[in-house]
């Protein structure tokens, strides 16, 4: 498990006092998160049974859920179902020890917004976190800029201070992805999952080769690289001034 | 002996010849019961016949006829006399006119004490009455004396001739049973031999029946089995050690040295980073384990649904390929138009990855790979082949075995599992893998799958023909290196 320090080098601080509920029944494990996730100034309340997570999430004062699958009492997919029936939308991300082929679509179809296999870092726990909290806002929007960067969704065009950029399929959805979460720590993970729909971890890196490819092409000679890969955790996308 | 009675052999014996005994007694009563009946009704009818054809005699005839006809009687079988009207003897060998008897000219059966016959010894008679025209009364009568000494001759032949077959049979039966209980407890002993280990023990085939030797084939044969998985799995637990100690070992060497030598903070980061990543190899391999299992365990067909193998094959190798070219290794594509597969796209794509992954990396520097899809017929068929090394002909079954390694690639990363989750994954698909040689050197794996057969997956599978019939370029012209750029800037 790759255990983050306090502070993530590189990554920017979560916006602080978000309430999280983790319904964990492993003492040890739960105690591992939500120390993580207070050293980035989550507010962390643990559950450690299905019935009394269950209560304290329908309470409605969290901002986001960590629900494992398997616990005493009831079962982490029908209190996602309990939840959804009473219209709470709060987003979920489901911990579960078992990996079967068919348990991630299970875990997804009860209503949970993303999906971690245990063992699973730290890190990766933290940024699929973030990511939750800060769905991307309008998904509507033709025109993307970060910093010098802009991206045209209609005409399918990128420029970095007004120069043209000639990039793959690939390469735009990518780039696409990153301009959507700015300043948030996008993990290998993520990128396989939702830029290849492929969810298991490759034993040769594709994507740092990915994204070594996008950082030389969005790059002009002498100026900053956008893409910045954060030791142990992923990528980040700064805007440039 | 308590044993061979409780012996199967030995009770199918017993009762069988019980039957047979049953079966015969019953025969023996049947002949009997149906030739004293004939022979009953044979003497009757003679009697009564005699008896009507004297009555129609002159007077004289008839004295004549009974008194010669008991002196010619040697066996004394006949009886015969006349009564005067007042019951009085005239002629013949009975004492008295029997009281009861009617005298209808019909036959029938008394016992030899009731008509006070002595010289007769025997119970059963038939006799026939007739009154004649001058009043006087005829009596005919014979002894079914016969009847009685067929039922003892009989009786005879069954004692003689089946009741001694009874206990040779029972014999026999003792005698099938040991042998049956031998062979059982000669089987019981190698089965107890395996079961305290001794797995290259086999049941004796060839000795007995054909029943026998049939089920002594199949427990060989599951022993066969069982002892290659268990080999198997030995190697695999010893492999498994093997390469958890490795990492687990330089991981634990590390801290206790960075533990005594470090002094600066950034010392510590950099041991635990790399103790991290030692820890991140050893559940790697343990994850991976896993999901072989799991995948063996998964039911077919559950997350099935239909995949463009074509088209996983082109995302796959968009994955990969700026890995290949970063490598100076050029990749290429070719992917004819194929009808839709079931099958689990996740696990798939997992596999292709495997199979590409392993070829960019055994493909050396200015090398070539090459992934194409086309149609058998029976399926579409994925071909990967590179400029690698290649594997030789006797290492390509054992390539698939967990933890596997050539000694080639000993130097390549990786833990030995990959292609035994590309098997594990392909044989839950049904689909099926094989390896060959390129021409010019190198390796080519080709995954074969199997087209749907079913009519609902037909419809479905119709529709890359339509797509192929809608855009024929696409088919014609699929062959693309990875480099080309899309049009989008």
Redesign the interface.
């Known amino acids: 498990m790759n255990v983050s320090g306090p502070t993530s080098e590189g990554g920017q601080a979560a916006r602080p006092g978000r309430r999280i509920l983790l319904i964990e029944d492993d003492i040890e494990i739960a105690n591992e998160i939500c120390s993580d996730l207070a050293d980035h100034d989550y507010d962390v309340r643990h559950a450690a049974t299905g019935p009394e997570g269950a209560q304290q999430a329908e309470d409605g004062t969290s901002d986001l859920l960590i629900v494992d699958r398997m616990l005493p009492g009831l079962d982490g997919l029908a209190i996602i179902k309990r939840l959804r029936e009473r219209n709470l939308r709060t987003p979920v991300l489901v911990l579960s020890a078992l990996g079967d082929v068919n348990e991630r679509v299970r875990g997804l179809k009860a209503g949970g917004d993303d999906y971690l296999t245990k063992p699973f870092a730290l890190s990766e726990l933290q940024a699929r976190v973030e990511a939750l909290l800060r769905r991307p806002g309008d998904i509507r929007e033709t025109e993307l800029r970060a910093g010098s960067l802009k991206l045209d969704l209609l005409e399918r065009t990128v420029q970095r201070h007004g120069r043209p950029i000639e990039l793959l399929a690939r390469e735009f959805q990518l780039l696409l992805y990153f301009m959507r979460r700015p300043e948030q720590v996008i993990t290998r993970g993520m990128l396989l999952e939702h830029i290849w729909n492929c969810h298991f971890l490759p034993q040769s890196n594709p994507i740092d080769v990915h994204i070594g490819k996008l950082r030389r092409k969005l790059g002009g000679p002498g100026e900053p690289p956008l893409i910045q890969n954060v030791r142990g955790q992923g990528f980040i996308l700064t805007p440039d001034a | 002996m308590l044993s061979i009675l409780a012996s199967s052999a030995f009770r199918r014996v017993a009762a069988v010849s019980l039957a047979f005994f049953v079966a015969v007694v019953l025969l023996f009563a049947f002949i009997y019961w149906q030739t004293a009946v004939f022979e009953t009704r044979r003497v009757d009818t003679l009697v009564e016949q005699q008896a009507a054809a004297l009555a129609q005699a002159p007077t004289e005839q008839i004295l004549w006829t009974v008194n010669t006809g008991i002196a010619h009687d040697l066996h004394r079988l006949m009886f015969a006399a006349v009564f005067d009207p007042d019951g009085d003897l005239v002629a013949g060998n009975l004492p008295r006119l029997p009281t009861d008897l009617p005298l209808d000219g019909l036959a029938h059966k008394r016992d030899a004490a009731s008509l006070d016959i002595t010289h007769a010894d025997d119970a059963a008679v038939v006799v026939v009455g007739r009154r004649l025209p001058d009043g006087r009364v005829l009596i005919l009568g014979r002894s079914i004396d016969q009847v009685a000494e067929m039922r003892a001759v009989v009786t005879r032949a069954l004692t003689l001739g089946v009741i001694p077959a009874l206990p040779l049979a029972l014999g026999f039966g003792v005698l099938l049973g040991h042998r049956t209980n031998q062979r059982i407890r000669r089987m019981q002993d190698v089965l107890d031999r395996v079961r305290r280990g001794h797995l290259s023990e086999r049941l004796p085939t060839g000795s007995g029946g054909r029943d026998f030797d049939q089920l002594a084939i199949s427990v060989n044969h599951m022993l066969s089995e069982l002892e290659r998985l268990l080999t198997e799995l030995h190697n695999v637990g010893n492999n498994i050690a093997h390469d958890l100690r490795t990492p687990l070992s330089r991981v634990r060497a590390q801290l206790e040295r960075t533990r005594r030598v470090a002094t600066t903070r950034e010392e510590l ?1 950099l041991a635990v ?1 790399q103790a ?1 990543g030692g ?2 190899q050893a ?1 790697e391999i343990i ?1 991976a384990l ?2 072989i299992a ?2 063996q365990h ?1 039911q077919r067909g ?2 099935f649904g239909p995949v463009a193998i074509d088209e996983l094959v082109r ?1 796959v190798a ?3 390929g ?2 290949a ?2 490598k100076g290794v050029s990749a290429r594509v070719v992917t004819d138009s194929v009808p839709l597969i079931e099958g ?4 798939l ?2 596999a292709l ?2 199979l590409v ?1 392993n070829a ?2 055994f493909t050396p520097e200015n090398g070539a790979v090459e992934f194409a899809v086309s149609d058998s017929g029976s399926g579409p068929v994925v071909t990967i082949s590179d400029t690698g090394p290649g594997i030789a002909v006797e290492h390509r079954a054992k390539v698939f075995a967990r933890f596997h390694r050539l000694d080639e690639s000993r130097n390549v ?3 030995g599992l ?1 292609l035994s989750l590309v098997q594990a994954i392909v044989g839950m698909h049904g689909f099926s893998i094989s390896l060959s040689d390129r021409p010019g050197g190198g390796c080519v794996v080709q995954l074969h799958c199997r087209a749907p057969c079913n009519a609902g997956q037909a419809a479905a599978a119709e529709m890359p023909i339509a797509a192929s019939a809608v855009l024929p370029m696409v088919a014609s012209c699929a062959s693309e290196s990875l480099d080309q ?2 049009r ?2």
């Open positions: 980061e980073d991290v820890l991140d559940a994850t896993l999901r799991e995948i998964t559950v997350s995302e968009d994955l990969y700026p890995i070219e970063a689990d796209r996740g696990l794509f997992e990855a495997n992954d960019i990396k990363p990786g833990h990959g750029p899309a989008i800037a």
